[in-house]
């Protein structure tokens, strides 16, 4: 399966399985759709009946076939000489005897291999420190941090037996991560200060190496939380929605004040304290801006440099939510802010999307690429009084509670559905040139969609392809600028 | 004359071979947080 797109000035064709890409001129383009048509066909034709003899089809001439279609649509062009469309196909086919074009899917055994060869085995924790907050964001997913349940804050003894949990079920696993998530973490920070702590104790002992993640909406952040999370949290992650009047029509406390003005300077100096170390602003947009491109650079003009802005996550009936007529003014913006990114790069002022970040070179194996996001099994959700859930978007949800961090996991049909979830476990992601991008996507982003983790959320799926499509022409301009 | 330019990635078929150590993050950590992306995260392997 190949994926063809023009964007930014390039003729890009992805070949989806191999992940071998490339920048093609406009015959190789034309030949490789005609190409693909033909290869896919057969393909159909050989799932149809198991690869077995019958189903044939004259690969041969119907290739010659595009080739004489090329001769006719560049007639009268360099392109149309025939000696021209020859050397294009020889060049598409050493590609494909390379590996490298029309790669065929040979994965699917696979799926379930990374997931059983590591069942049971947790490697990352999200702690839910405090089930309160002190904004009260009226689009946010978790209900003001409460997640549709009782205010509540976790205590050391149940953060520490997370802790241990999370040790006493990572196998070999070397690097274990964990995350300090609510509500606001912050409002519960000694517990925070404390449980690292710990966590370091044991580490050497333990033979382990954790890494600390801060959630935080920074009304609560001062010398003390940058000076501790500087020196601890391998990440931070900083709540910004962008412009003043954007970030203050939902950020606001329970008296209905913004909170852009008190948490900016904070997470400036934050950042500026944090000498190079990861973070990112995370801003979410909404339906009330889809033009969302705005607010990157209003983050950009703040000096902020590592940026994520997310789709909103909530309710049908949620003003916030995004419609089907935001969803091309968003991918428009997508596309500008792949430009802008190329634009600033001239300029010596490269930032960081997160969702444009993409390793070529080094990037997730297959086995990763095709076993799911890995909720429920080597990922979960801590509660404050240790009820483990599949992930911090499941909590509240009854029916998807795991067990506990006392007891371990004991519903194991629940983990059994997200032990399955992988690319292949949905009809359209098998289908889906994106597949070994997004791994099958997010099952609570499914979930909330179709009522099943198993099901697609497709307007998610619309934006994630979008992102694909910028965050390789980005990778492509910044490879050949080079 | 050369008709394709062809950037180097990691070829995904070779990396069945190494692969599967389970050593990197789980895939929504980090930013997002509602949603699943693979294609940002980095390979974490000692024998890659």
Known sequence: MIHQYKLGGYNIVLDVCSGA??????????????LDEIYSHQEKLNRGNDGKSGGMIDIETLSERV???????YAGTKMGDPSEIRECYEQIMALKEQGKLFTRDEYEPMAGELKARTSGVVKALCLHIAHTCNLNCSYCFASQGKYHGERAVMSYEVGKRALDFLVENSGTRRNLEVDFFGGEPLMNFQVVKDLVAYARSIE??????????????????????????????????????GRKEVHDRYRVDYAGNGSWEKIVPKF???VEARGGKNYYMRGTFTHANPDFLEDIKVMLDLGFTELSMEPVVCGEDDPARLTEEDLPIVLEQYEKLAELMIQRDKEGKPF????????????????????????????????PWGDLYPCHQFVGEEKFLLGNIYKGVKNKKVQDDFMACNVYAREECRNCWARLYCSGGCAANAYHATGSVRGVYKYGCELFKKRIECALMVAIHREFAE | MEHIK?????????????????ECQTSCQSACKTSCGIANQKCESEKK
């Open chain 1, 67 to 73: 080739l004489y279609d090329m001769q006719k649509k």
């Open chain 2, 6 to 22: 062809t950037v180097e990635t990691r070829n995904l078929c070779e990396s069945a071979k190494k692969g599967g150590c389970g």
């Open chain 1, 268 to 270: 400036q100096k934050f």
């Open chain 1, 352 to 383: 960081t999307f997160y969702h444009y970040m993409i390793d070529l070179k080094g990037g997730p194996c297959i086995y990763k690429r095709i076993s799911g996001c890995g909720s429920g099994t080597e990922y979960m959700a801590v509660t």
């Open chain 1, 21 to 34: 890409l490339h920048v093609v001129d406009d015959l190789s383009y034309d030949i490789i759709a005609g």
């Open chain 1, 204 to 241: 050497k002992e333990k033979g382990k190496n954790f890494r600390f993640t801060l959630t935080t909406n920074g009304v609560l952040v001062d010398d003390d939380v940058i000076e501790f999370a500087n020196r601890e949290c391998h990440n931070v992650v900083l709540s910004l929605d």
